[in-house]
């Protein structure tokens, strides 16, 4: 079997649906339900004994080493993190917890874990890492994609706190011989994202009449991916990957935010028309911009694609009307998700301007 971190979140919830609909090795899946965790995401899988959910911390050292006693997984794959980064600056430390000590803590009941393995079971056994582009730092217009060979230059508290955890999976292998993988992936969309991220919010803001709130002159650039090819290239990674390797992970879809928003407006418009028939763009709202806000993001994919043959099956417009679409059929996830603690944080994040 295979233990999951993180997987009652957005990305990590996908990839387990999409595992076991593909096979049927089970699935240890450890998550602490920050307010970023929803076991609705998972409903489907009530009273399938192939996933087997238990509530807890990357960061708590003896129930990690207890879990990996008891299921003996033959690979890790660790989503577990803070992931926004408006929280990030807001409030560091949580990042700074779960992020940077929780992977320490995970490392090192991995690797006793693994010290104590039978050779072929050592061999085969691997540690995957799911980390960010957010880690190079900003690109201007002109530069070049991020490859793998960048330098690290993160800029937030968040993408310091990824790039500190991706040093410590690094340092593990060259130090220790833990058969470690890293991806680092573009900006994920898709069923069960959190609405407090750019395109769920600007779904979920326009049905209900609300602003649509565009950082500074929205000209940043994201380079997005549909979350079921994130999915499928980290199965590609995590059997064929070369050891101690990190593969970039993107779809080549680089997108203004402004452009994003005008498209999920327009689908919006033929999907589910407001009923005063006036279009949702009418209701983009500039506010102030984020602290040090990145300004371009764009992931160079050739590596996984020329060494694994990894291909993502989305475009951006093939995906992003999917996902539109699923919101719309899936109201009550939405609502169930917005009616908590999401709504204090609306609160605090945007209560000057909206
Ligand atoms: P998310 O915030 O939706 O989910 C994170 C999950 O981790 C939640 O279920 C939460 O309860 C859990 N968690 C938090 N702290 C934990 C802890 N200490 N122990 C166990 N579980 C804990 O995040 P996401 O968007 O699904 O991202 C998953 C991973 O992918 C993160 O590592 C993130 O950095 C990375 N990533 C995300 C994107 C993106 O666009 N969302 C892109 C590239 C990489
Ligand atoms: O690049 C990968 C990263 O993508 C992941 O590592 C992070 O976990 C994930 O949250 C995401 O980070 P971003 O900051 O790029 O995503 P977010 O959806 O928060 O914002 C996308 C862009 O939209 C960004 O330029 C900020 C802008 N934005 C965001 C929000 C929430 C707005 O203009 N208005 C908003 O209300």
């Known amino acids: 079997m295979i233990l999951v971190t993180g997987a009652a979140g957005f990305i990590g919830s996908n990839f387990v649906l999409d595992w076991l609909a593909q096979s049927d090795e089970p699935v240890v899946n ?22 087997i959910f238990i509530k807890g911390s990357i960061d708590d050292f003896d129930l990690v080493a ?88 993160p800029n937030s508290p968040y993408s310091a706190s990824k790039a500190a ?25 898709g069923p069960y994202h959190f609405p407090e991220k750019l395109i769920p919010l600007v779904i979920h803001n326009a049905l209900a009449g609300k602003p649509l709130p565009i950082y500074g002159d929205g000209q940043q650039i994201r380079d997005w991916l549909y979350v ?57 709202t500039y506010v102030k911009d984020r602290p040090g806000h990145d300004r371009r993001y764009a992931i160079d994919a ?8 990894w291909k993502p099956a989305e475009t951006f417009e093939t995906g992003i009307q999917k996902t539109v679409q699923w919101y719309l059929d899936n109201q009550s996830w939405v609502n169930n998700v917005t009616s908590g603690a999401y709504q204090s944080w609306v609160g605090k994040q945007y209560c000057a301007e909206l």
């Open 30 to 51: 450890l998550d602490a339900l920050t307010y970023a965790g929803n076991l609705e995401n998972l409903a489907s899988l009530e009273g399938d004994t192939r996933h």
């Open 165 to 189: 955890s991706d040093h410590l999976v690094r340092a593990y292998h060259h130090t220790y011989g833990l058969p470690v993988l890293t991806t680092n992936c573009s900006n994920n969309y």
């Open 302 to 309: 050739s590596k996984i694609e020329r060494e694994l043959g």
């Open 66 to 153: 207890k879990l990996l006693a008891e299921y003996q997984p033959r690979a890790i794959i660790n989503f577990a993190a803070e992931s926004h980064v408006d929280r990030s600056i807001h409030g560091p430390e949580d990042f700074i917890q779960t992020n940077i000590v929780g992977t320490f803590h995970l490392l090192e009941a991995v690797r006793a874990y693994w010290n104590g393995l039978e050779d072929e079971a050592k061999a085969s056994f691997r540690f995957l890492h799911v980390s960010t582009d957010e880690v190079y730092g900003s690109l201007t217009k002109e530069d070049p994609a991020f490859a793998e060979t960048n330098r690290y230059e």
């Open 228 to 284: 079921k090819d994130h999915c499928s290239a980290i199965r590609c990674v995590l059997e064929a990957g070369k050891l101690g390797e990190t593969y970039n992970i993107g779809g080549w879809n680089e997108k203004p935010n402004l452009d994003v928003v005008h498209t999920l407006c327009a689908i919006l418009d033929q999907l589910s028309p407001r009923a005063d028939k006036q279009p949702y763009k009418t209701q983009i």
